[in-house]
């Protein structure tokens, strides 16, 4: 049961252009999404978050957009650069019991960006 | 700090052998997590410590793995008697209480042969 998808398994985008990656959630507990990076031999790195109290959040370049209704939300990466090259997650997380606190992170498959000059 | 530590980069193992992995957190963060992660997959949940408790373990956590947190600040992911389905980067994350954004390590790739 795939609870956090990403349905584009690779994106190819031209330098200085926008890059718009999908991620779709089927739990409706889930109120708040992270945006992870990864390069071969690293692990992921944080890029950016949204609680489900936001429709945008925006981080210089980054911008993460989530539409509830939809369960679906993107991230907008503008203008795009070579160095952005990477594989990206979309994760999702709910609060635990008690409701005090976030866990684990269920994570999508991931969508290969290629970022030609 | 230099962040998430795991240690070995690299295990290969015969089937049938034991393994053990060990993960240094951040040292301020309460929170660590062990995920696995597949070619062409996400990163899969397997466990989370809070402090020294162990507060969740995947249901599809077979009983060959056991993770340990004895003093709340470093971790160890052991594996019994692996399977070449065990194949996989394991990678430890750590984080505050109050903050969702995990920090990962490098990760540490695990072959059966």
């Known amino acids: 049961d795939q609870q956090v998808k990403q349905n584009s398994p690779s994106l190819s985008v031209q330098e200085g252009r926008i890059s718009i990656l999908n991620c779709d959630y089927t739990n409706s507990m889930f109120d708040y999404f992270l945006w992870y990076k990864k390069y071969p031999a690293e692990g992921p790195t944080f890029l950016i978050s949204?609680?489900?109290?936001?429709d945008k959040n925006e981080d210089g370049r980054f911008t993460v957009f989530l539409n509830k209704s939809a369960k679906h939300l993107s991230l907008h990466i503008v203008p795009s650069q070579p160095g952005d090259s990477a594989v990206y997650f979309c994760?999702?997380?709910?609060?635990?019991?008690?409701?005090?606190?976030?866990?684990?992170?269920?994570f999508g498959q991931g969508t290969i960006l290629t970022v030609h000059p | 700090d230099t962040g998430v530590s795991q240690d070995p980069r690299h295990k290969i193992t015969k089937r049938g052998q034991n393994v053990t992995f060990r993960c240094d957190p951040i040292?301020?963060?309460?929170?660590l997590y062990w995920y696995r992660q597949t070619l062409g997959q996400g990163p899969e949940f397997l466990t989370y410590f809070q402090n020294e408790a162990q507060l969740e373990k995947s249901r599809l956590l077979s009983d060959r793995f056991s993770a340990e947190r004895p003093k709340g600040s470093f971790s160890t992911l052991e594996i019994q008697r692996t399977e070449q389905g065990d194949s996989a980067m394991y990678l430890c994350a750590s984080s505050l209480v109050r903050n969702t954004e995990a920090f990962f390590g490098q990760g540490t790739r695990l072959t059966v042969v």
């Open positions: 949204i609680s489900s109290i936001k």
């Open positions: 040292s301020e963060h309460n929170r």
């Open positions: 994760a999702a997380s709910a609060r635990g019991a008690g409701g005090t606190s976030y866990g684990k992170l269920t």
